[in-house]
Structure formats: C-alpha cells, structure tokens
C-alpha cells in the first residue's frame, strides 16, 4: 500500500495541527517523527481491528490517534504543540492487529509531512 501523510505546517508554541494518512485500510497505522540529527522515534499507532490505540510518553495527554472513515483516513490531532515536537512526521502501514512501537515491524512507508513549531 502507498500511503501518504499530509497536514504539515507552521504554528507556534501551544497550537494544534491535524496530519492525515491516507488511505487506510485493513491494515494498522503508526505514526513516526524524525527531527534533525536524531533517530526516528515512534508517536502513535491505531489497530485496524478494535481500534486500540498506543502513544508516546511525550506526546500522551496532547495527541490523538482516529480513523475517518468518510475520508478513508487515519489522522493524528496535535494539541499544545511544543517546539521539541517538530520533525518530518510518517505514516506507515503494518499487516495484523497488533501494535508496537517498532518501526521495523511495519511494511510500507509514505513520505513525510513537516511539521515546524515555533517558540
């Protein structure tokens, strides 16, 4: 599956952004980030089956993880954006119901969307 990941932007400090992941499907749903000079970290993830959701230490309390059915989409809501949140964020696709933080457990990738917080 080709996915990809838009809604990227600029806001300040304490704003709110909202990414989407297109298509989804029969398949869960991770969200990664990667800023400059660092490894790419995990941010979220939705099961396709039961929609059990996992997050980030960092970003618990602020992000959320949903599936828009009409859209045929799976979107992250960024609340209360702080700078240390911006990165190129990704979307990628895994088989099964299950999952994990683990970036090498999923199968397709879309490109990124950038996301800049200001201070």
């Known amino acids: 599956v080709q996915l990809q990941a838009s809604g990227g932007g600029l806001v300040q400090a304490g704003g709110s952004l909202r990414l989407s992941c297109a298509p989804s499907?029969?398949?869960?749903v991770g969200w990664f980030r990667q800023a400059p000079g660092k490894e790419r970290e995990f941010v979220a993830a939705?099961?396709?089956?039961?929609?059990?959701?996992r997050y980030a230490e960092s970003v618990k309390g602020r992000f959320t993880i949903s599936r828009d059915n009409g859209k045929r989409t799976v979107d992250l809501e960024m609340n209360s954006l702080k700078p240390e949140d911006a990165a190129v964020y990704y979307c990628?696709?895994?088989?099964?119901?299950?999952?994990?933080?683990?970036?090498?457990?999923?199968?397709?990738w879309g490109h990124g969307t950038q996301v800049t917080v200001s201070s």
């Open positions: 990628a696709a895994k088989m099964g119901s299950a999952i994990t933080p683990d970036a090498r457990t999923y199968n397709s």
């Open positions: 499907g029969r398949y869960s």
């Open positions: 939705l099961s396709w089956i039961g929609g059990n959701t």
